[in-house]
């Protein structure tokens, strides 16, 4: 009776005690929440931020226009045939140097070898002709002349009566017939000469072409290429060397065409190949661009580059720093520590353990540094946090490491 009886009030102490230790869990679970959010908030906002101090010099500010581009020769050509043929040897090879009247290519020769010779034959048979006329002319021209001499002997006789009119008339018709023939002789002749003349120009055209089978260097250069190969069949047109003169190489760079006013030939720059990103090359403008790509905005400045590396080869990349403006004793600022802020441009300072903002006025933009016209003075230091993922607000307290 009594178990019966004490059940329920058992029952009951066990379901309070249970919600209690529930109540009392999820209580604690806040609490851990709220610490863990509380103390992350005070990291955030309260806790000192480690920073390091860079102090603000002064010195000499380069102002340079950036382009990127290739190397590139300005003299270059390529090599290839005025006839059709096919190849016998390549004498030269890509990276080899030549002179001006080297020979490169040889092109097969045996038929216009063969044309030369008919063009030799014609040539001399034509003025052999000419030659046999000319002799036809002066013996025409010796009938002639005797002619002439029958004809006024007869005529003197005719006048003084010892001489028919039928004799006379014999006279005065061969003299005729022997101007005519001097006349068909002189003809001949211009005609035969016009035969040579035609005959002369077939040899020198074979010749030429004989000799174009020959292939020179029209300048001192270096072979950056080699297309064909001994046995390949050309024609006019084809690729056989790519030449390049070495004298003068310069970076074709395209530079963002709101640089436009400040470029000008002459200005100095220095080149950095890709292949050597450590060293820089001396250079100088030679040339700007007349038109930009409507797409890029973008237009191309030649800058000669005055040596080259070790190893180099025409259209690897490199990026030319053209100096537009130069100034010495001005305040320095390195570049990546320039925070924007409100489409503002400043640095934080350390003032009292705390951060401050302090807009800045520049000016000339160097390869690493910026110019700094007002906002700090030389001596003045620079904060920025130790860590690069922390960041600075105005008034957050700072711990210098």
């Known amino acids: 009776m009594m178990s019966d009886a ?9 379901t309070r005690w249970t919600s209690l230790r529930r109540h009392v869990w999820q209580i604690g679970r806040l609490i851990g929440i709220l610490a863990i959010v509380g103390g ?23 102002g340079e226009v950036l382009g990127t581009g290739t190397l590139e020769a300005r003299v270059k050509t390529t090599i290839g045939p005025k006839i059709s043929g096919r190849i016998n040897d390549v004498r030269v ?37 000419v030659n046999r006329l000319i002799a036809d002319r002066n013996r025409a021209d010796a009938v002639l002349a ?25 006279a005065v018709e061969a003299l005729s017939v022997a101007e005519a023939e001097l006349a068909q002789a002189e003809a001949a002749i211009a005609e035969g000469r016009k035969q040579l003349v035609a005959a002369e120009e077939t040899l020198a055209f074979h010749r030429a072409r004989l000799t174009d089978t020959v292939i020179t260097a029209p300048f001192a250069g270096l072979i950056t290429r080699r ?23 310069w970076i074709s760079a395209w530079v963002d065409e709101t640089a436009m006013a400040r470029l000008r030939p002459g200005q100095p720059a220095r080149v950095v190949f890709r292949s050597e ?28 580059v005055e040596s080259l590396p070790g190893n180099w080869a025409v259209g690897q990349r490199a990026e030319a720093y053209i100096e537009t403006a130069r100034k010495a004793n001005v305040t320095l600022l390195p570049a990546e520590l320039i925070v924007r802020r409100e489409d503002r441009q400043g640095v934080f300072v350390l003032v009292e353990g705390r951060a401050k903002w ?23 230091a620079v904060i920025t946090p130790s860590d690069a993922k922390a960041q600075l607000v105005e008034g957050r307290r700072v711990k210098v490491r």
């Open 277 to 304: 990103p450590e060293r820089s090359y001396e250079g100088k403008v030679v040339r700007l661009g007349r038109e930009a790509d409507r797409e890029t905005r973008e237009f191309i400045v030649d800058v000669r």
């Open 40 to 62: 992350f908030v005070y990291w955030m906002r309260f806790a000192p931020v480690v920073v390091e101090q860079q102090v603000v010099r002064s010195g000499e500010i380069v």
């Open 93 to 129: 090879d890509q990276g080899d140097r030549v002179v001006p009247g080297q020979v490169l290519v040889e092109l097969d020769d045996r038929d216009f070898r063969q044309q030369v010779g008919i063009a030799q034959a014609s040539a001399a048979a034509s003025q052999a002709a």
């Open 358 to 380: 302090c807009p800045l006025g520049l000016g000339l933009r160097g390869r690493e540094s910026v110019e700094v016209l007002h906002g700090l003075a030389p001596g003045q």
């Open 227 to 249: 297309n064909r190969e001994p046995g390949d069949v050309v024609v006019p047109g084809s690729k056989i060397l790519s030449l390049i003169s070495i004298e003068e190489m």
């Open 146 to 170: 005797q002619a002439r001499r029958d004809h006024k002997r007869l005529q003197d006789l005719f006048t003084r009566g010892d001489a028919s009119s039928v004799e006379l008339d014999k």
């Open 6 to 14: 004490g059940a329920p009030v058992q029952d009951d102490r066990t």
